[in-house]
Nanobody, 120 residues
């Protein structure tokens, strides 16, 4: 059974930086994509970014130029570097792994989430 464990969330001031990490315990298919979703209070879960097995990255428009996603396939880890954080980035961030992470219905594994709060 694969489990995803996120780390790195917390409280940061606007303009600050956080790095989220997700480690998958157990084996996942090397062709699986890895990514991050987030859900703010009262809003639907939305895709933030994902990275394919080949290293192609995709970002939601609101984070382009500020967030950077990377993965270590050998270690089954994915990292989200978040710069220039804004209050509207406040949400619970979820790690997602599956054949097509860009489609939430095709996410095979979900993490439990880590809280990110951007506030002064």
């Amino acid at each position: 059974q694969v489990q995803l464990v996120e780390s790195g969330g917390g409280l940061v001031q606007p303009g600050g930086t956080l790095t989220l990490a997700c480690a998958a315990s157990g084996s996942i298919f090397s062709f699986y994509a890895m990514g991050w979703y987030r859900q703010a209070p009262g809003k639907q879960r939305e895709l933030v970014a994902f990275i394919s097995s080949g290293g192609t990255t995709t970002y939601v428009d609101s984070v382009k130029g500020r967030f950077s996603i990377s993965r270590d396939t050998a270690k089954n880890t994915v990292t989200l570097q978040m710069n220039s954080l804004k209050p509207e980035d406040t949400a619970v961030y979820y790690c997602a792994v599956g054949p097509r992470v860009g489609d939430p219905t095709l996410v095979r594994y979900w993490g439990r989430g880590t809280q990110v709060t951007v506030s002064s």
